[in-house]
């Protein structure tokens, strides 16, 4: 699991204290995709100016399945070069199986992060930046944060920044942070922060931790368990490296493993594909335009760096068997489970997989965070993050700072 580079002051309080009841599953068929289409208006824009010169544009929209959807990003950097990096970037599915057994909940296409679930944030959830409004609620937040050294050589060093953008939906007892970080150098942090209350309690220690004298874990005579979980997050990512056309998706490991040396090894994925991690090869992807060069005469391209902490897998429940699932774009592929199937579209990410020829990648990328709970999850969570990198890899010649 990675630890963001940054802290959130006073949310966790504001978030805390918000807990509500589980609601009947409902699904709907939602609207077509809209990642290839202009902002809304100036309204659901954001274009921030980094302290180094540096610039982040992007449009806004809020959904009721996905919640906040993020689209047309787009890095300047400080002397004014411009990347187009993604046409959408979202939260596609929230998985949450209990030890047990049962539940296996999908809050996402079950609950919805958006509407009623997206949180009416307050100046207290977001402190030294600014709420944007959809139908009259605050439903992001958006400020620069440092974020410590952008780099350090000896005497010479330079302290960094990064846009954050923030939205908050509860379902059941749980908070969940959609957050991202647009860093000064181009890099982009995709985060969930889960906090809240513990859902449910079990009165077997063999699914949970014992948890005594507090609150949730008390309220069913014989249940002082706080019940294990798991938390799989898959996120959407509809890239576009300086537009539509000469996208490549390349995965990139090292051989070698428990050997002196190792050798670099690049593929190129030709057709779509079902991967999964390799924490011995290291293993990453990326997507690069063989047509744009940066001054260099290097292709341009975004690397997506794995998190490497816990793998969650199940025969029966085939999306959760590979990591990454590299798609050819279909505007009905929408979420990686409990996808709406009217026009012919696959039920889950496993699906969506059928040996097309990849022209125009769509990336679903999916972590996972085993949750043992422990007293000090009682009666407010602690937020507790999963995150991952989109790092440019040579989308510019030179450093950025």
Known sequence: MRKLRMLM?????????VAVALISRTMATPAAATDR?????????INERLPNGARWTMCWEERFREGVVLRSIKYTSPAGEAVFVLSQA????????????????????????????????TPADCPGGV???NNGRNIICKTIVPVGYGYKYYDTQKQASALQVFSVSHIGAYNYINHWLFYDDGTIEPAVGATGQLQMCTSNPQHGWRIDGQQRCTLSSGQPYGTSHMHNYYWRLDFDINGISNNVVEQIEF???????RQLVQSTMLSEQKVQVSPTTFRSWRVKNTAALNSDGHQRSYELIPDNY????????PWTQNDLYVTQYNPCELWATHNPTSGGCGDDVSDFVNDQTITDPVL???????????DEDDPYMSSHWNSYLLVPRDAFAAQQR
């Open 131 to 133: 709420l944007l409004q």
């Open 90 to 121: 979202n939260l596609a599915q929230i998985f949450v199986p209990y030890d047990p057994g049962t539940p296996r909940f999908h809050d996402l296409s079950d609950y919805g992060l958006g509407d009623s679930h997206l949180n009416n944030m």
């Open 364 to 374: 679903w990328y999916g972590l996972s965070f085993h949750h043992l709970t422990r």
């Open 37 to 45: 289409l202009p902002c809304a208006s100036a309204a659901f824009t």
């Open 9 to 17: 002051p006073g949310l966790l309080v504001a978030l805390g204290l």
């Open 255 to 261: 051989s070698g493993n428990q050997t002196e040396q």
């Open 310 to 317: 816990h793998n969650f897998r199940n025969t029966n429940e």
